[in-house]
């Protein structure tokens, strides 16, 4: 007689109490993290590519001295370098030039300007927002042809800017104290006077962060400035109206030599593209100057693209 036994059922896998599907979002928010804080490092290093530097902690340490001199126009800029960022994202511009800085520096600089120009309002933070997408846009355009966008995009919306305030209603801060030509630290002040900063001792402060990047370019471009001092300080009691446009030419004077180190031309080509700025300085300044105008950075510019179009070397930037 068969004796019926129990029969014994496979056992069931047991479920893990955690799915495998549950670690799955940390990788990715890990990802999404990594991707926010790349993108965040190109919103700071913006502020460096001002001066040719593609670094993410000079720029923050520019943005350090920028908040000491004046916390409207530093929010400013870093206002306009998010959105040039946030742009330059939402058109799927290349990722590593994204990051460092290169499509955000012209709206960093449009936003540090429109913050020591004019006080704050709606039309203000609107219409900034238009011109810093500008900015992005021209400077895309310029890099996909290989042409250097320097700070051509910054010229072109401030002077439209410039234009247009009577019918936007842009009303204009009071400005900050110019740099003496009196002593050789006018061309520290210059320096400073490149993002809006006009006392020497914070002038000094971002020349020394230049020097970290790049001492031998920042010490030529310096040299170049020195020599444009020193014509200045020469013809100022012959040509009182040159002493108005001293800081506009030590400005583009500075920037015209730092650019073309950076592009890698020869000492001599800085020191005659610094030379040419100073000209055009003069030159468009007695032009701009009885209507009211302000050149910006434009001789700058054009004494770069000149010299580059000129001579022939190695460009290790496309700016």
């Given at each position: 007689?068969?004796v019926?036994?129990?029969?014994r059922?496979?056992?069931?896998?047991?479920?893990?109490?955690?799915?495998?599907?549950?670690s799955?979002?940390?990788?990715?928010?890990?990802?999404?993290?990594r991707?926010?804080?790349?993108?965040?490092?190109?919103?700071?290093a913006?502020?460096?590519q001002?001066?040719f530097?593609?670094?993410?902690?000079?720029?923050?340490?520019?943005?350090?001295?920028?908040?000491?001199?004046?916390?409207?126009?530093?929010?400013?800029?870093?206002?306009?370098?998010?959105?040039?960022?946030?742009?330059?994202?939402?058109?799927r511009?290349?990722?590593?030039?994204?990051?460092?800085?290169?499509?955000?520096?012209?709206?960093a600089?449009t936003?540090?300007?429109?913050?020591?120009?004019?006080?704050?309002?709606?039309?203000?933070a609107?219409?900034?927002?238009?011109?810093?997408?500008?900015?992005?846009?021209?400077?895309?355009?310029?890099?996909?042809?290989?042409?250097?966008?320097?700070?051509?995009?910054?010229?072109?919306?401030?002077?439209?800017?410039?234009?247009?305030?009577?019918?936007?209603?842009?009303?204009?801060?009071?400005?900050?104290?110019?740099?003496?030509?009196?002593?050789?630290?006018?061309?520290?002040?210059?320096?400073g006077?490149?993002?809006?900063v006009?006392p020497?001792?914070l002038?000094?402060?971002?020349?020394?962060?230049?020097?970290?990047?790049?001492?031998?370019a920042?010490?030529?471009?310096?040299?170049?400035?020195?020599?444009?001092?020193?014509?200045?300080?020469?013809?100022?009691?012959?040509?009182?109206?040159?002493?108005?446009?001293?800081?506009?030419?030590?400005?583009?004077a500075?920037?015209?030599?730092?650019?073309?180190?950076?592009?890698?031309?020869?000492?001599?080509?800085?020191f005659?593209?610094?030379?040419?700025?100073s000209?055009?300085?003069?030159?468009l300044?007695?032009?701009?100057?009885?209507?009211?105008?302000?050149?910006?950075?434009?001789?700058?510019?054009?004494?770069?693209?000149?010299v580059?179009?000129?001579?022939?070397?190695?460009?290790?930037?496309v700016?």
């Open positions: 007689m068969g019926n036994r129990p029969v059922s496979k056992p069931l896998p047991m479920s893990s109490p955690h799915p495998a599907h549950a799955a979002p940390f990788p990715l928010l890990t990802a999404q993290l991707r926010l804080t790349a993108e965040l490092r190109g919103t700071a913006s502020f460096a001002i001066y530097i593609p670094s993410a902690s000079a720029g923050l340490l520019l943005f350090a001295v920028l908040t000491l001199a004046d916390g409207t126009v530093a929010i400013s800029g870093f206002a306009a370098s998010f959105v040039a960022s946030a742009v330059a994202i939402g058109l511009l290349p990722r590593e030039s994204r990051h460092t800085g290169l499509y955000g520096y012209n709206g600089l936003g540090i300007a429109f913050g020591a120009l004019w006080q704050p309002n709606a039309i203000y609107l219409w900034l927002a238009i011109c810093v997408c500008l900015t992005v846009m021209a400077t895309a355009a310029l890099a996909r042809r290989n042409l250097p966008a320097l700070t051509g995009p910054f010229v072109g919306v401030m002077m439209g800017s410039w234009a247009m305030q009577p019918g936007l209603g842009l009303t204009p801060r009071i400005g900050a104290l110019d740099c003496g030509t009196g002593t050789p630290g006018f061309v520290f002040c210059a320096v006077q490149v993002v809006f006009a020497l001792v002038g000094l402060l971002v020349w020394y962060v230049l020097a970290l990047w790049n001492l031998r920042t010490l030529w471009a310096l040299a170049a400035a020195v020599v444009v001092w020193s014509g200045i300080a020469l013809t100022a009691a012959q040509w009182p109206a040159l002493a108005g446009q001293a800081v506009g030419i030590g400005v583009n500075f920037l015209a030599a730092l650019g073309l180190g950076v592009f890698g031309r020869s000492p001599a080509l800085r005659v593209g610094a030379g040419l700025a000209l055009l300085c003069v030159a300044g007695t032009w701009l100057g009885p209507l009211g105008w302000p050149y910006f950075t434009l001789p700058f510019n054009l004494a770069v693209w000149i580059l179009a000129w001579s022939d070397a190695p460009r290790p930037l700016r």
